[in-house]
């Protein structure tokens, strides 16, 4: 075996660039590949492969682009989507794709006995959350509804800009009711019916075999609407966990494409000409949380006065290879909309220890001691300690630095049992709303303890309005208002950090890092 | 020997009573639970999802549950992935952990055993110097060393090998060379400073002096009772190397069982835990018992009293 062994062979990748079959990493293995109980926003890649929403996502700047429903209408009120379906849409087992397997996926994840984390995808349809809180047990009440099999009917409970852009979503993927039901009750979660030789869907791929901590084959389905775009015969997605071993299988040529980059090998990469490492902006934003709830960041002066005594500019030095952009504010740049207001984020020294003085710490003398936690990482590690030093440097408060293990870490930030905690904040659709949600009074992401009714009133406002001026001036109000307020305090604009394999064609950066199967293919360069 | 391993086993029960209590309750004390992530789920999911897998029910009860469940040989389903059982995950990845764990100790006993034995048959010579520097380089270079670094030489520029994976059959050949070097060195290490007790003995000199050839000498009469600090170091090795290494898999992605030891504690997936603790535990008290076995044989002077 050795001996056999011992030879120059053709690697996976340039077997793969002949045959068309796509290595991919996706680090961590998908829990299950049911689209209404899906984990991670990573493993979306997979069920791109394996299934199709009303609309999909153009691979340049992720406009919605018609998907299992070939054209829709949106009445004027913008209350009312009618969606027609096309024709030839069908399930991997050969049934029509109909409007009712969209009916009945929506009951599916809306039932309160699935638990699905995704229901917030349906908060703006009418009856949804009434629904989902069995507050309403009869479906009917929800504003999801087939005219016929081809036409579907949605109805919100107010305008949203971006909710074409939702229906595009894995919570909005249909599931093939037959198959659901085979292997349990409707509404009954971690069932067998996601698993190879079973699973049936509606995407450009279907479900071949599954290696535990391994791999996820998937091949090409001739029975899709749009097969003959498809030119990847098969799609082999890797669970490698450890980035230096995924990054390993990508040198020896195993991957075509990586899930990450180690941090230790961006800047080897990048030095590289030409260099397999791809650095795009995504919809990312990394920040320090700050619990307003306890002393010392009560005091909104004390929470202005930190964000003002960050460098940022050093501290995107510091991670040069990694194409981090200083924050400017919350929101990174988005669909037309960039944060210019009058409270953007900014490194001013002076003004940080007036605002400290003025809270009854003059230099930092009296200042309590105050922890920033993070959860173990290196990276984590580095930019506390940076950060760190300025505050010392700049504001003469003492921050010690609590490096904790990932669950302990994310509990005590849910209890508030924080000061000042790491986080980052992805956006799930290219809308302003997907970040300023976060802070709403009721938001289930909000672990600061900021509530106030003037943001909520402003955001709320903003995220229904139809008009693409209007609604950016309100969003830029409701984002001065959190920046004055001060809950967070944001630092850099997160970038996706790839390698890929230059063989591998129609692979295009995007915010979210959407990339369809449809358009790719791959050819010996 | 039978009333020995039946009292023995018998042992067992109160033994594996013991940890299993302990385990159960320790990870249960443990911050942070399975649904916990960086993204909150809401309260009323959380409910759902803690009703599904009856955490919702008092500790004392869910303790009484499992209890339950164990005797009957079901480990209950896995909290992180959710529809497999424990039963089943153990099932799928104890194989590959065992495939990996005999070839590699495959690799440590021919590796270590001949270098061993040799070391201390031509002691203070080059080649003890050559033996002993060799073990002692294998016990300071860590697996997350040497494993990286086989995987560069053979995998990245000779392209020989894969570096992950555990399809192919060449795949075994890096992750057991990786993982055997390391148990190579401890076996050689003691199997030099065994014979080296033995071969002082009087029973050799006797055995020399009537003529025995060298190799008779060692191999015959050394070797039984060199070898016993190597069972002894053997049993509970036997265990950790079987159940899987969790750098050896992470190193080469090999879909293991030694990842899902460490990394179901880092889930908090407490099924999991007790699964592969249970496991563990196991299989440490059968090979110790094995090991006691196995010394008797070897030496004469002790009885399964």
């Known amino acids: 075996m050795c001996l056999a062994a011992c030879s120059r062979r053709e690697t996976p990748v340039e077997a793969g660039n002949r045959a068309q079959i796509l290595h991919q990493g996706i680090a961590t293995e998908p829990q299950d590949l049911d689209p209404h109980l899906l984990q991670f926003q990573s493993h979306f890649n997979v069920l791109m492969a394996l299934g199709e929403g009303l609309v999909g996502y153009d691979p340049h700047d992720l406009h919605p682009v018609p998907g299992v429903a070939e054209r829709w209408e949106i009445l004027p009120d913008g209350l009312v989507y009618l969606l027609h379906l096309r024709a030839d849409a069908r399930w991997s087992n050969g049934d029509a794709v109909t409007a009712h397997d969209f009916v009945f996926s929506a009951r599916r994840l809306l039932s309160p006995a699935l638990g699905s984390p995704f229901r917030y995808y349906y908060d703006d349809v009418r009856g949804a959350k009434e629904y989902s809180a069995a507050a309403a047990p009869d479906f009917s009440t929800v504003g999801v509804r087939a005219l016929d099999d081809r036409t579907l009917r949605i109805e919100l409970l107010h305008p949203t800009p971006y909710f074409l852009f939702l229906l595009g979503n894995w919570s909005w993927y249909p599931v093939h009711r037959a198959t659901v039901e085979k292997y349990g009750r409707f509404d009954q979660p971690f069932t067998d019916w996601s698993k190879p030789g079973r699973f049936v869907g509606n995407g450009p791929f279907t479900l071949t075999e599954w290696k535990p901590g391994q791999v996820i084959i998937v091949r090409r389905n001739p029975r899709y609407w749009d097969a003959a775009r498809v030119r990847l015969s098969e799609i082999h997605f890797h669970c490698i966990e450890s980035s230096d071993t995924e990054e390993r299988a990508f040198r020896s040529g195993q991957l075509h494409i990586t899930e990450n980059v180690p941090g230790s090998k961006l800047r080897d990469y990048a030095a590289q000409r030409p260099s397999p490492l791809k650095v795009a902006p995504i919809f990312s934003t990394y920040l320090y949380a700050l619990n307003i709830t306890r002393p010392p960041f009560d005091d909104v002066r004390v929470r202005r006065a930190f964000p003002l005594a960050l460098d940022r500019e050093r501290i995107v030095t510091s991670q040069i290879a990694s194409g981090i952009l200083p924050a400017r504010s919350f929101v990174p740049p988005v669909a037309g909309y960039v944060y210019d207001g009058e409270a953007g984020l900014r490194f001013d020294p002076g003004e940080a220890r007036q605002l400290l003085a003025a809270a009854g710490y003059p230099d930092g003398r009296g200042f309590p001691p105050v922890e920033l936690a993070t959860n173990t990482s290196v990276l984590h590690r580095e930019l506390a300690e940076i950060v760190q030093q300025m505050w010392q440097k700049h504001l003469g408060v003492r921050v010690g630095i609590a490096s904790k293990e990932s669950k302990v870490f994310f509990q005590e930030r849910m209890l508030k049992q924080y000061q000042l905690s790491r986080m980052s904040w992805i956006g799930d659709y290219p809308d302003a709303f997907g970040f300023l949600t976060v802070y709403l009074s009721d938001g289930g992401q909000n672990t600061t303890g900021y509530a106030s009714p003037e943001y909520d009133r402003l955001a709320l406002t903003a995220a229904r309005t139809l008009n693409e001026t209007e609604r950016r001036a309100r969003y830029r109000e409701a984002e001065t208002l959190l920046l004055r307020d001060a809950p967070i305090i944001p630092v850099f604009y997160d970038t996706g950090r790839h390698l890929v394999s230059p063989a591998v064609q129609g692979r295009y950066p995007n915010l979210l890092e959407f990339h369809s199967y449809q358009g790719l293919w791959l050819e010996n360069k | ?305």
């Not at chain 2, 997350?144 to 086989?150: C, E, Y």
């Not at chain 2, 992950?164 to 401890?186: K, N």
């Not at chain 2, 290494?245 to 504690?265: D, K, M, Y």
């Open chain 2, 1 to 305: 020997m039978f009333h020995f391993i039946a009292r023995r086993l018998l042992q067992v029960i109160p033994v594996m009573f013991v940890i299993i209590t302990a385990t159960f309750f320790m990870v249960r004390f443990v911050p942070g639970g399975p649904f916990t992530a960086e993204k909150a789920i809401p309260p009323e999911i959380l409910k759902n999802l803690e009703a599904h897998y009856g955490l919702d029910q008092p500790l004392w009860r869910q303790y009484l549950n499992y209890l339950g469940r164990v005797v009957h040989g079901d480990l209950g389903p896995s909290f992180k992935y959710s529809n497999r059982t424990v039963n089943e995950i153990i099932a799928q990845k104890l194989p590959t952990s065992l495939e990996l764990g005999s070839l590699a100790l495959l690799v440590a006993l021919l590796v270590g055993l001949p270098l061993g034995v040799l070391a201390a048959v031509r002691r203070n010579s080059w080649l003890d110097y050559l033996a002993s520097s060799a073990g002692m380089l294998g016990i300071c270079v860590p697996t997350f060393v040497l494993g990286p670094l086989l995987a560069l030489s053979f995998g990245i520029h000779l392209h020989w090998f894969n570096v992950s994976g555990w399809s192919d059959p060449s795949d075994r050949i890096l992750p057991c060379l990786t993982l055997g070097f390391v148990y190579a060195a401890y076996i050689m290490r003691l199997t030099r400073g065994g014979m080296l007790e033995v071969l002082n003995q009087d029973y050799i000199r006797t055995a020399r002096a009537k003529g025995a050839s060298e190799a008779r000498v060692v191999l015959q009469h050394a070797l039984r009772g060199g070898l016993l600090p190597v069972v002894s170091f053997l049993g509970p090795a036997i265990a950790g190397i079987l159940t899987g290494s969790f750098v050896i898999e992470t190193i080469f992605q090999i879909p293991g069982l030694g990842r899902e030891f460490v990394n179901s504690a880092f889930n908090r997936d407490y099924t999991l835990v007790l699964g592969t603790v249970i496991l563990y535990a196991g299989l440490i008290v059968v090979l110790n018992l094995v090991v006691d076995v196995v010394q008797v044989w070897l030496n004469p002077k002790l009885k399964f009293e």
